[in-house]
């Protein structure tokens, strides 16, 4: 196996049962040398990750940061109109060159630290006193520039989502997806021009794979989330299922909310989450038109490793997952509109904006649970999770009463991971 300097061999810091997909080890949540491989093997492995939406950088010369996984990222709109996702890091002594989060105009970008100079596709152009001074000093003779460019990465955008990839060995990005999630991508945006309304960064006191198991576990909504099962917006007993690409490595859930029929874990005292005689003073926070033909009112939809699109009945949006080491995470929640919307329609998107995010109505649970089971595992390394809800495999299922796709999740850990 090859190995990480410093790091010891994955086959001696993780122990998986053999084959087994309805467990997962605790130990891989807090190990400090498990996500240093994480960092190699998944976000610079070979997989697509989600970068910025195409109108952060509507302009040439706009830029934005972001992140994949530890690694910063400038993503640009070069003056060509093309865009490029480059390291943020000079290649000098390692300062990050850009630190404010968006701009305009950029054209080139220097070094705040020693001014080295790097035009819009990373190439090295300039290098304060690199001649020395009167003649003596400077870089040496022969010295290359064509060899200290920045790291750039393999871009691809589909329906105005820009994502970056570090492997020459990630398949296309439509191939790496899979039809039935390109087809849900297309079938949510439509070719529309998206407009931020909303944006949320959320620390969460986890590792960054419990968010996205979380994002991935389909028959939680209506336990935890007590608005989602009390208000009928998604509930086990409407019509839904479960979707997978050809792989299993990403999934789409979704629930039709007006064909619930009911079941009696749905009775007031039953469950924890439902309660009795509840309703809203506006309810109009959760009154919707109906935006999509085949009637799903709820989706969320989990690109593997740290990506999700939703639609919680008319809010847009996406989700990227940034790891800030073994035990905390940050959420990046980006809520859209469209041009094409009319007042009105753009007017309920605002509202209901207001479901999710850190204190979102139907997501607030989500950023605690995470660290309920940081917490819980502190003293039990060597158990083990069990998702074997809905069998052992990570096929995808007409029902929701499942974890097949955690199993999904862990089953493209381990590809990518090699293990």
Known sequence: ????????????????????????????????????????????????????????IPKPNDY??????????????????????????????????????????????????HAWTFDQ????????????????GGMPEGFDKT????????VETIEGMVFGTFSNQTPPLEQYLGAPMVA?????????TMQIIGRYNHIMPSNWKLYIENSRDTHHPSLLHAFFATFKLNRLSAEGGIRHDARNWHHLVFAKRHTDQGHEEYSPGKLRTMKADFGLNDPSLIAQWMEFDDNITNALQSIYPGFVLQ??????????IIPRGTD??????????????????????????????????????????????????????????VVEMGGSTADGQPTRASETSVRGFYKAYRET???
């Open 64 to 113: 934005c940061l972001t992140k994949v996984g530890d690694t910063p990222v400038i993503v640009l709109r070069t003056a060509e109109g093309a865009v490029h996702a480059l390291v943020n890091r000079c290649t000098h002594k390692g300062s990050v060159l850009c630190y404010d989060s968006r701009g305009e105009n950029k054209r080139s970008f220097v070094c705040p630290y």
């Open 311 to 320: 639609q919680i009945l008319n809010s847009i949006g996406t989700r990227q």
């Open 1 to 56: 196996m090859a190995r990480t300097p410093g790091v010891r061999p994955l086959d001696q810091l993780i122990r998986w049962p053999e084959a087994d997909l309805a467990r997962v080890p605790l130990h891989i949540y807090n190990d400090p040398e498990i996500y240093a491989w994480e960092q190699a093997r998944v976000f610079r492995g070979p997989t697509w990750s989600f970068l910025a939406l195409e109108c952060e």
């Open 417 to 419: 991971m090699g293990i």
């Open 147 to 154: 060899k200290h460019a920045l790291t750039r990465l393999r």
């Open 328 to 385: 905390e995470c940050e959420l990046v929640w980006t809520v859209v509109a469209f041009e094409e919307d009319t007042p009105e329609q753009r007017a309920i998107r605002i509202k209901q904006s207001n479901l999710v995010g850190p204190h979102g109505y139907v997501s607030m649970e989500d950023g605690a649970i995470g660290g309920f089971v940081q917490q819980g595992i502190k003293g039990d390394r060597d158990k083990q999770a």
């Open 121 to 136: 596709s990373g190439e090295l152009k300039g290098i304060a006193f690199e001649k020395g001074v009167g003649g003596l």
């Open 184 to 192: 849900h991508i297309r079938r949510t945006i439509r070719g529309r």
